[in-house]
């Protein structure tokens, strides 16, 4: 659900980057008062694991279509919802200018769409409440599905309002809205299943974790983080080196639903001004587009995608890209710990 800067206007473009901006200092601020150094290392390793699943779109059955996990519960539920914000942030960041998945004018509105809703007001609205002070494995999987699907519903529909808000689009509000919330109806099934198991195998593993933890209530002394942190380490080795073969090539929701109402996924760019900027700019530093090798100009006709796509630069793309997010998000929570003894001395 990656928005490309095609459907975007300027002024929707940058009004997105303000509120995320905004989001992102109020995260910090937040994180500096109540940040447990016992989870940084869990934040970047999180990070990376969120950056390796994304590349895994799997196929919705019947539909032509395929959905790729977004991450957002997951990093609400285990860091709470400034430092899960903050990672989403760097995620998105990594893929936008270094992958060219999503447009940087759309970042703004990439991270609104799926940072802020499972972050700040689907984890404390609905997780939450439905879970309470329970350690109840039912509940805590059927709140982490629920929420799942309510905030990748929400990130949909804001998708289509940020559309029509811009108005540089032919894509009718109505068609439109009807093809993208059912489509992401079923991805969030999907999504809710994969956020639920692997809270239910941290529960297992650390439950002050999900239980929250904070400067008040941290990590548990004596109880390193060690086993969770080389389950995470190992899932996203072998899902950014290897299961990133074998990803959907079908078009994704969004993309499929474009698809079916223009005839084509692909949009007209606008050809000056900042979009024009913008995407300049991500062809320079986008060194591994679209999760591969960048194409040699021999003027040959692009083949059939492959699957599964057995190829270097695709676990390159994963291994590489989780890597930086890694090294990211480390130097994001190290900076806050930072400010934050600076602030107490």
């Not at 799997?58 to 997951?74: E, Q, R, V, Y």
């Not at 991805?187 to 239980?211: A, D, H, K, N, Q």
Request: net charge neutral; with cysteine; hydrophobic share 50%.
């Amino acid at each position: 659900m990656h928005m490309a800067d095609a459907l975007l206007s300027p002024a929707v473009g940058t009004t997105l980057w303000t509120g995320s901006a905004a989001v992102a200092a109020w995260a910090s601020r937040k994180l500096k008062r109540q940040i447990d150094e016992g989870l940084i290392p869990l934040m970047g390793v999180l990070g990376a694991f969120i950056f390796a699943a994304q590349m895994i779109n799997f196929t919705i059955p019947g539909t032509g279509s395929s959905g790729h996990l977004g991450g957002g519960m997951i990093l609400a539920i285990l860091l709470g919802p400034p430092a899960a914000f903050l990672v989403m942030a760097s995620v998105l960041t990594v893929q936008a200018l270094f992958f060219a998945d999503g447009g940087l004018l759309a970042l703004g509105c990439n991270l609104w769409n799926l940072g802020f809703y499972p972050c700040c007001l689907v984890y404390p609205l609905l997780y939450k409440p439905i879970v309470g002070r329970s350690r109840s494995p039912v509940r805590i999987f059927a709140a982490s599905v629920l929420g799942s699907l309510v905030a990748l519903q929400l990130g949909a529909f804001s998708v289509v309002l940020e559309t029509l808000a811009s108005g540089i689009s032919e894509l009718p509000f109505a068609a439109f809205l009807w093809l993208m919330q059912p489509i992401h109806l079923a991805i969030g099934v999907v999504e809710g299943v994969v956020t639920g198991g692997i809270v239910l195998y941290i529960l297992g593993t650390r439950p002050e974790i999900v239980e929250g933890v904070t400067a008040s209530r941290p990590v548990a002394p004596g109880r390193p983080l060690r086993k969770a942190l080389i389950a995470l380490g190992v899932m996203t080795l072998v899902t950014g080196g290897v299961l990133s073969w074998f990803a959907s090539t079908l078009p994704d929701g969004l993309e499929w639903s474009i698809e079916r109402i223009t005839g084509s996924a692909e949009l007209v760019q606008a050809e000056g001004g900042i979009t024009r900027t913008l995407r300049e700019l991500q062809e320079k530093t986008a060194f591994l587009p679209d999760y591969s090798f960048k194409a040699g100009g021999d003027g040959k006709a692009e083949a059939a995608p492959a699957w599964p796509a057995i190829e270097t630069g695709t676990s390159a793309a994963g291994l590489i890209g989780s890597g930086i997010v890694l090294g990211i998000v480390g130097l994001i929570g190290f900076g806050i710990r930072t400010l934050r003894r600076r602030s107490h001395t």
